[in-house]
């Protein structure tokens, strides 16, 4: 008896999800197809009725962690107060608390912006567009007059800050976090 469409959805969904956290947490060249499929709990074969490879896999695990992660979420609660883009900022820096189940992959795949296979370079960078376009619409609903200027640069701070963050040893992280996160707050007030 086939499969319903409901059914491969499902399965789809459980591949993208396993996909997602592990890239976002050791990046394209560090991730196997056997370990995701073994987080996903499901056979190679599942795989295969899916995705040509892992190439592929990529793409559509980075386009979901980038649809579900905190930053790209339309809230309209909290659209319009002031406080929305300073918990936007306080929830990226926050990369050892992120959401376990919808990874946010832009601090975690700095490496993978300059892999060699340009799938995975264009996968990164619909992600990075996409955080961009996330802040310049807010930027731009607050009056800003160069909206997509200052969410490139916010977005560069932010991942820049994370990745040096993930580098550097705990005592001296934690005011590096501070002292950034206040940075890019104050610059954001300013606009």
Same mark, same amino acid.
């Given at each position: 008896?086939?499969?319903?469409?409901?059914?491969?959805?499902?399965?789809?969904?459980?591949?993208?999800?396993?996909?997602?956290?592990?890239?976002?947490?050791?990046?394209?060249?560090?991730?196997?197809?056997?370990?995701?499929?073994?987080?996903?709990?499901?056979?190679?074969?599942?795989?295969?009725?899916?995705?040509?490879?892992?190439?592929?896999?990529?793409?559509?695990?980075?386009?979901?962690? #980038?649809?579900? $992660?905190?930053? @790209?979420?339309? !809230?309209?609660?909290? /659209?319009?107060?002031? &406080?929305? *883009? =300073?918990?936007?900022?306080?929830?990226?820096?926050?990369?050892?608390?992120?959401?376990?189940?919808?990874?946010?992959?832009?601090?975690?795949?700095?490496?993978?912006?300059?892999?060699?296979?340009?799938? #995975?370079?264009? $996968?990164?960078? @619909?992600?990075? !567009?996409?955080?961009? /376009?996330?802040?310049? &619409?807010? *930027? =731009?609903?607050?009056?800003?007059?160069?909206?997509?200027?200052?969410?490139?640069?916010?977005?560069?701070?932010?991942?820049?800050?994370?990745?040096?963050?993930?580098?550097?040893?705990?005592?001296?992280?934690?005011?590096?976090?501070?002292? @950034?996160?206040?940075?890019?707050?104050?610059?954001?007030?300013?606009?």
């Amino acid at each position: 008896m086939p499969y319903t469409q409901q059914h491969k959805e499902q399965t789809r969904q459980r591949i993208l999800v396993a996909a997602a956290k592990l890239f976002c947490s050791r990046g394209f060249d560090r991730v196997t197809l056997t370990q995701i499929m073994q987080k996903a709990n499901m056979t190679h074969g599942a795989f295969y009725a899916h995705f040509s490879g892992k190439s592929s896999l990529y793409e559509a695990a980075m386009q979901f962690a #980038v649809s579900h $992660a905190f930053w @790209a979420r339309d !809230d309209k609660r909290t /659209e319009g107060k002031e &406080t929305h *883009l =300073k918990a936007l900022v306080t929830r990226y820096l926050s990369w050892s608390k992120t959401d376990q189940d919808h990874p946010s992959p832009l601090e975690f795949l700095v490496t993978d912006a300059a892999h060699k296979e340009e799938k #995975v370079r264009q $996968a990164y960078q @619909a992600c990075f !567009d996409t955080l961009v /376009e996330r802040l310049a &619409t807010i *930027l =731009k609903k607050r009056g800003n007059p160069e909206p997509e200027a200052l969410a490139e640069e916010t977005v560069v701070s932010l991942v820049g800050t994370v990745s040096i963050a993930r580098s550097i040893s705990q005592p001296l992280q934690n005011d590096f976090l501070k002292r @950034a996160h206040e940075r890019i707050v104050s610059r954001l007030k300013m606009a």
